[in-house]
C-alpha cells in the first residue's frame, strides 16, 4: 500500500500527488456542483429582487447601477448554465473565485456610486460576495483567498483614492470588510481541510481493508519453491508478496532443520 500517497501540504491543501489530488477533485465535485448551482442562481434572484431599490436610493445614477445589475445578473446566468457542461464540471474549483470576484467588485462599485457623506447599506454585499468561498464548498480554497485579497485591495483603492469618503466612513468600511475577509478566510480553510483530511482517512482506510481482504482469501502459491502470485499475475517471494500487500517486516534466520543441511558441523547450543 502506497501510504505516501495521500499525505497533504496543510499549507497550499493540496495532495502532494497529482494522482490523489485528481481523485479528490472529481470525488468533491460530485458532492459540491448541486450546491454551486444553487449559489448561481440564488445570486441571480438576489441581484434582480435588490434592483428594485436602486433607483430610489442612487437617483439618476439608478439606470446606471440597474444596467450593471443586469450585467451580472446574465454573466450569473451563464456560469449557471456551464456548470451543466463536462469543461466547467473539471475547472469547478474556479467557481467560487469567479463568483467572489464578479459580486465583490459590484459591491464596490455600489459602494462607489453611494452617498459619499453617510454610511452606505450596501456595503453588506460583502457578507454576500465572500460568502462565495463556499459554493464549491471542500475546493478552490486558494483560489477563492486570491480573489478575496484582490477585492478587498481594490475596495480600499476605490474608496480611498478613486471614490474618496471621509475618514469617519473609511475607517468602519475598512474594518467592516476586512473584518467580513478574515472571518470567512478561515472558515473556508479549516472546511476545506477538514473535507481533505476526511477523504485521506477514508481512502487510506479503504485501501488497508482491500488488503486484509486479499490477505484473508486463498493464495496462490507454488508447490515448490513457495512462490506467491499476486492479483495481477506476478510471483513474488513471500516476505516481499507481505511487505508489498501489508504492514510486514520480515528478519531472516535459519531455522534448526535448515541449519543441519546448510551447516553440519555447526553445534547448535540447546
Not at 48 to 69: E, P
Amino acid at each position: 500500500m502506497n501510504k505516501e500517497k495521500y499525505i497533504l501540504n496543510r499549507l497550499l491543501l493540496k495532495f502532494n500527488e497529482e494522482s490523489a489530488e485528481k481523485e479528490y477533485r472529481e470525488h468533491i465535485t460530485e458532492r459540491t456542483l448541486l450546491f454551486c448551482r444553487i449559489s448561481w442562481a440564488m445570486l441571480m434572484a438576489i441581484g434582480l429582487t435588490f434592483g428594485i431599490l436602486d433607483k430610489d436610493y442612487f437617483g439618476s445614477d439608478g439606470n446606471t447601477v440597474l444596467l450593471v445589475r443586469i450585467i451580472l445578473v446574465i454573466f450569473s446566468g451563464i456560469i449557471l448554465a456551464l456548470t451543466f457542461t463536462r469543461t466547467m464540471k473539471r475547472h469547478l474549483y474556479l467557481s467560487s473565485s469567479l463568483f467572489i470576484t464578479s459580486l465583490g467588485l459590484f459591491a464596490t462599485f455600489l459602494v462607489a456610486m453611494s452617498n459619499p457623506a453617510v454610511f452606505t447599506p450596501y456595503l453588506t454585499s460583502f457578507f454576500f460576495a465572500f460568502a462565495g468561498i463556499f459554493t464549491t464548498v471542500g475546493i478552490g480554497f486558494r483560489f477563492s483567498m486570491i480573489s478575496m485579497t484582490l477585492n478587498l485591495m481594490a475596495f480600499e483603492i476605490t474608496i480611498g483614492l478613486i471614490f474618496p469618503v471621509p475618514i469617519r466612513l473609511f475607517l468602519p468600511y475598512t474594518f467592516f470588510v476586512t473584518g467580513i475577509f478574515l472571518v470567512y478566510a478561515y472558515i473556508g480553510y479549516m472546511v476545506e481541510l477538514f473535507s481533505r483530511e476526511n477523504f485521506a482517512i477514508s481512502k487510506n482506510l479503504k485501501n488497508s481493508l482491500d488488503e486484509i481482504k486479499t490477505l484473508s482469501g486463498l493464495l496462490p502459491i507454488c508447490s515448490h519453491c513457495k512462490k506467491i502470485r499476486d492479483d495481477r499475475g506476478y510471483w513474488s517471494q513471500v516476505d516481499e508478496y507481505f511487505r508489498d500487500h501489508g504492514n510486514v517486516t520480515f528478519s531472516h534466520s535459519l531455522c534448526p532443520d535448515c541449519v543441519k543441511v546448510l551447516h553440519p558441523t555447526l553445534k547448535l547450543k540447546k
